[in-house]
Every structure is written in C-alpha cells, then in structure tokens.
C-alpha cells in the first residue's frame, strides 16, 4: 500500500510540475523583459482600462521602443489602435504580439475580434483630426507662441467656474495681441468671456473681457459634434506686453449642455508630456483640480489647445550724439556729450521728419546785405586815391 501511495505522490508531483509550467507559458511572456519595460507596459494597461485610448497607445510605445521583444505590450498597442478606429495598424500589432509570443492566446482573441469588425462594416483607419483655422486678419502679429505635444485632439472641455490655463514659457519681451483656441460654442450668446493673463505667481497682469460673439467658434448642439464641428478662431487683445514667463488663462463662463443656457468648448490634445496646461480659480487665484471628460482625465494628462499670437516691441531709437560745447537749439552748451534720438525734436518727441537746416532771421539778413555793401564802397574809396 506504501509503494502504490508513493507512485501516485510522484504522478501527482509532476502534474503539477507540468501544470505550474502552462501556467507560467501563458502568463509569463516568452522573453523575460526588462523592468523598465514591464513597468511601462503595466502603465499602459492601466491606462487603457480606463478608457484613455491615445494616451495607452503612447505608453505602450514607450515600453516596445524599450523592449521590442516583449509581446504584452504590442497586445496593448492593438487595444489602443483599435480603440482609436485605427484597425489596419491594430492588426498588425496583435500579429507581432502572436509572432513573439505563440501562446499568447489574448493577443489572438484580439485579433480575430478585431477581423470580426471588419466583417461588419467598421474602416480599416481613421484619419486623423484636422481643426481648421478661422484667421482673424486684422491681429497683427509677428509669430505664435505654442507647445510642441505629443498627443492628438481627444476632447472637449468647458468650464463654468474655472479657467483654462496655460503656462507660455517667453524668453524676453513680447507685445500679446490675441490668443488662437481650438473650440465650439453651444446655446445662448448673451455671455462674455474673461481672457487674463497672469505671472507665475497666479498674479493677473491684464484681464479683457469680450462677448461671445466677439469669438466666432463654429455652433454646435451636441458635445460629440464638437471634434469634428471645432476650428482654431482668433480672439482679439488690445496689446499687453508681458517679460518672461506667464499664463493664459480663459474663463468661458460655460453651463452643461443639458442647462440649456451658453458655454464654450475648449479642445484638448492627450497625452501630455509638457505639463503646460492648468485649470485656476479665482478667489484667491489658485490651482484647481476639475475631471475632465468622460474617463475623468486630470489637467496633466491634457494639453488645451491654446495659443499666443504676438508682436515685438518696438525696437529703441538709434542715438545720436553731439560734441561737447554744441548747443540743442537753446542756446546752452553741453559740458560732456550728450544723446538724442535721431530725427527727435529738442523735446524728446520724434515727429518722424529730418531736422530742417538752420536758417538766418529776416533781420540778420539785412545787415549781412548791408556790410557788402560798406566793404565794397570803402574798397572803391581806396582805388581813386
């Protein structure tokens, strides 16, 4: 009985020997990955469960660019593309998932649903959203202040209390004549707009207020139409010069749709690697921490699609200098040398004219004409004689 016991034990014992072995074939990936790429993989499946598409695809990315070899992540890549209505490159990714990784059987349940949908009427792609620009032409401006991203539009935000703020990173001294936002409007117009600008100490610099019908957005009466339905509109500013660093930040005064009364939708770009944009409140001025959208992103997973159009100062007139004991036209005489704009009046004010030449009164003139006239008859006098 003892031995017939012990030959079972050991059957027993390399079952499970055998079992723990499909298990770990199934659930560790073929090719042990590094831990870098684990990590970002997890960070992209995470990301993904929660239903943010473009930011999984980026993560996921991230982990194949650190280890090509690691099979979960191109599976997550597919989930993401496919998401994203990108379904030819969806497929392509489970397939290299199922060439690294053979058991990997999700991948394959992944690709055949994938295939299924095609059968059923759904694009092999998705072309990327393109917002239109509505210019403004009579903003004058030298160039245009903005954040390179990395993501793509995704959504549409509006705010009733709070505001949409980016931080602009300025090396020296513009002049801002306007803002350039990516947006829809809905309901009423009888609302205004807030624009400010504020320094890195949440201090507002400028504020200009302007009705909704100053901002031409595109009218829309659904939030879904708001991706397709937006375009890039110029808001006019009167012209603030800001030094350095600085916000933007938008208060659109917007209600739900469901209310029935006005807003202003904001595009924003995921995922976000600048960490630009903010939402503030005020009272005092402060950073605020609203969810947005649907999936509940927070302010640093999104970029608003927001920017500066501005101008530079005028540049400092050229200086003239005068010699030392050359009067201004008043009669003084410097000591030491001194500086005037050029084409400047004794004043200070530049009339924009060149200086006229100096020129004699009426009186000096008469008695220039009258000491010819002596010299000349004296020599006469000195001729006879």
Known sequence: MGVVYGILMGHAIRLLFIGALLIALIVVPACAASAEATAEWKIAKNLFAGGKCQSALVASEKAIALDPEFAYPWNVKGCALHCLGRNEEAMAAFKKAIELDPMFTMAQKNLDHTLQDLKNGAPLSTQPLVIPVERNESIPYDGELMYTGIGEPTGCSAFLKEGHGVLFHNNGSITVTGVRVAGCRYGKTNANIRV?????????????TLPYTATPFRTIKDEKECMN???????????HQVTGDF?????????????????????YNTPSETGSSVAMSTGPNQLATPQIG????????????????????PAEQPLKSIPEGQGTGSGETGAALQTIPEN???????NGMPSPAPTRSGLGNVLVIAGVALVTLYLGRKKQE
């Open 196 to 208: 400010e600008l504020w320094d890195t100490n949440l201090t507002a610099l400028y504020t200009d």
């Open 229 to 239: 339905g937006s375009s890039w509109v110029d808001i006019p500013l009167p012209g």
């Open 247 to 267: 916000y933007v930040v938008i208060f659109t005064n917007s209600y739900p749709m469901s209310v029935r009364e006005h807003g202003i939708l904001i595009v």
């Open 294 to 313: 649907e999936v509940g992103y927070t302010t640093e997973e999104v970029d608003w699609l927001i920017h500066v159009l501005y101008t530079h100062p």
């Open 344 to 350: 400047a009046s004794a004043s200070g004010f530049n």
